[in-house]
């Protein structure tokens, strides 16, 4: 039996599944897609693989985190020992999702991969540094 | 009939059954029997194929939650020799599962309602309306109690974050890929933020007068707090039209 507020590692890869869903939502319903366009995008939205209970912890996580950033503070003191760890795991998973998918510097949409060459959302050209 | 629930007085729920009526007494039900019923509930999610699939077993809990609260019952006929029930060894558990699992039913059925009154709501308070079945009246029928009213504070972010931390707490059982989510359920906290938001109530009494802080906290049913902070909890539907 796992204690799932307690698996920090079940809940990061609980969270990247999470980010990845919602990047591939957020660009299924772009403007003018057709319905067909918008069937098969909807196939390509990865499948959760983990334990319910590992989303639903997640879910927690991000609330706390949204209160974080919105400057409501919750004091460390107040935060539970396995809240604490939960929010490192969100900040480890977040790193990771950003590598894997980095903002255009011109407009700041997130790219499906790091090989684009140019960006969809301001057509901007990206340049290969050198090796 | 009264119109308020007598929180102090033992509840008689009466089950009718082939024309018949049997009587059964419960005493008060303590937090702590409440909080065994909670645990007791078996509620779980399975992740079939990438969807989730939930389940929801609570009669065990209920048939527990029965007979440790049963004090009597009547209507049923007895052994030769025994003039009271209280005379027969385990009557509770010979008493019908349909018959428990019918008081259990009807101690349990709260729910949320709309509100009674035309007022808009006070900034700084917060009212939650139940409607409920409580006990049968001195004519023996059960009624529902409607409009129940809870005054609370307004929750803090704090709280907020507790209902949101407690309500998220879950174990696995087979291993984090093709385990089953065991939800263990927020329903102590829920209890001890009624405790700490609570402020008045309307429809319940207290040896006949309307109680004040310490009353309600000391006296209200356990479910009844659970069910008043969880609908306190429960974000508000907006109001959506649909476009013509």
Avoid at chain 1, 1 to 16: N, Q, T
Wanted: aromatic share 8%; proline share 4%.
């Amino acid at each position: 039996m796992i204690d799932v507020w307690k698996d920090a590692e079940g809940v990061r890869m609980a969270l990247e599944e999470i980010f990845e869903s919602d990047f591939v939502r957020s660009r299924i319903h772009s403007e003018g897609a057709s319905p067909e366009t918008i069937e098969r995008m909807e196939r390509q939205v990865p499948p959760r693989t983990l334990a319910w209970g590992y989303y639903r912890f997640g879910e927690h996580l991000l609330h706390l985190e949204a209160l974080q950033q919105a400057g409501i503070g919750v004091a460390s003191v107040d935060l539970a020992a396995f809240e604490a760890e939960g929010l490192l795991a969100l900040h480890r998973a977040r790193s990771a999702f950003k590598a894997r998918h980095p903002a255009c510097t011109a407009c700041g949409e997130r790219q499906q991969n790091r090989f684009g060459r140019e960006c969809p959302g301001c057509g901007s050209k990206f340049q290969r540094k050198k090796a | 009939m009264s119109t308020s629930i007598e929180l102090k007085a033992p509840r008689i729920i009466v089950i009718e059954d082939r024309g018949k009526q049997y009587a059964l007494t419960l005493a008060r039900i303590p937090k702590k029997l409440w909080l065994r019923y909670f645990e007791g509930i078996l509620s779980t999610s399975e992740n079939q194929n990438g969807k989730r699939v939930d389940s929801f077993d609570s009669s065990a809990a209920r048939l527990d939650l029965v007979e440790q609260s049963l004090t009597t019952a009547s209507g049923y006929a007895l052994p030769d020799g025994k003039t009271s029930i209280d005379q027969v060894e385990g009557w509770k558990s010979m008493l019908p599962l349909s018959h428990r699992l019918g008081v259990a039913n009807a101690i349990i059925s709260v729910s949320a309602s709309e509100p009674s009154d035309d007022d808009p709501i006070s900034l700084g308070q917060e009212s939650v309306f139940l409607d409920a079945v409580w006990s049968a009246g001195d004519d023996g029928i059960m009624r529902k109690f409607k409009g129940l009213r809870h005054n609370f504070i307004s929750p803090t972010s704090e709280q907020q974050r507790r209902v949101s931390r407690d309500s998220s707490r879950s174990r696995v059982v087979g291993g984090s890929r093709n385990g089953k989510t065991q939800w263990l359920g927020a329903q102590a906290t829920l209890a001890d933020l009624y405790d700490e938001l609570i402020v008045s109530v309307e429809g319940y009494t207290v040896d006949g007068a309307a109680p004040d802080r310490e009353g309600i906290v000391e006296f209200m049913d356990t479910y009844h707090k659970v069910a008043a902070v969880d609908v306190l909890f429960a974000p508000a539907a907006p109001k959506v039209e649909e476009e013509a």
